[in-house]
């Protein structure tokens, strides 16, 4: 894709620029047409719908996947490449005709086509075993830490979690069980490691702790600190040796 002036387009502003506006047309359809409905419930919907399967499939349905160009060198980039490039492509939309016409079209033609919204409301995603599989397939160590637990305007007791990846903070999740904090944790930090300069952040945190492990291993137990003359000099005032007449 190309500006006016004839230069290549950055496609990654484009995806940044096209994801926000998905979410925002997205959720403003879920919004309209679940009345009455929890907010959890809303933002769980708009996730099935935005997530990168969901939108993979979506490009290829339009015809994205034949005119996207890649390289062969990032498996992990290309496993997401189609839903990369149907953002892109609603980001190019919105900046050529504008919120109310890119809204149109997502009406038109995705969901009235694509997305039966009651059924994939009804859809089971498992964002913490997807972030798992993620973690065990780039060798990266997740943890799940319950920082708060708090009640309602109307007491009922709800959980607030924290998904670590080596030990940076990936994203925060709400909830009215641990289970479901847990899973809008992970739902996050799934969006989270798309953004490369967290991906570096988390590569770099994961050389740390790994040089850390291999280091305590080499010397399991530390050196043993020679004592210091203060240290030798009470320990003889605290035992004192006997003297022969």
């Known amino acids: 894709m190309r500006s006016e002036k004839g230069r290549p387009i950055n496609n990654e502003r484009l995806e940044f ?3 926000a506006i ?7 359809i879920v919004y309209r047409h679940f009345e009455g409905r929890r907010e959890g419930f ?9 997530q990168r399967e969901t939108l993979n499939k979506l490009a290829v349905e339009i015809g994205l996947d034949k005119l996207v160009k890649y390289s062969t060198r990032s498996s992990s980039h290309n496993s997401y490449m189609y ?12 900046l050529d005709q504008g919120y109310d016409r890119c809204k149109q079209f997502m009406e038109e033609k995705i969901f009235k086509n694509y997305i039966d919204l009651d059924k994939m409301s009804r859809k089971e995603v498992n964002f913490k075993s997807k972030l798992i599989e993620w973690s065990q397939k780039n060798k990266m160590e997740v943890s799940f830490e319950l920082i708060e ?9 709800m959980f607030h979690t924290e998904v670590r990846i080596e030990g940076i903070s990936a994203g925060t999740g709400t909830g009215y069980s641990k289970k479901e904090s847990q899973q809008n944790a992970a739902q996050m930090a799934l969006k989270k490691i798309k953004d490369a300069a967290f991906k570096e952040e988390v590569q770099a945190a994961k050389e740390r702790n790994h040089a850390t492990e291999t280091s305590t291993e080499e010397n399991p137990m530390a050196e043993a600190v020679e004592e210091s003359p203060q240290e030798k000099l009470a320990e003889t005032d605290s035992h004192p040796t006997s003297l022969d007449n």
């Open 22 to 28: 998905l979410d925002a047309i997205v959720g403003d």
């Open 83 to 94: 839903g990369n490039a149907f953002e892109a492509f609603i980001g190019a939309i919105y």
């Open 149 to 157: 637990q708090f009640l309602d305007e109307e007491y009922n007791p």
């Open 42 to 50: 809303l933002t769980n919907t708009r996730s099935k719908i935005v």
């Open 17 to 19: 620029l096209g994801d």
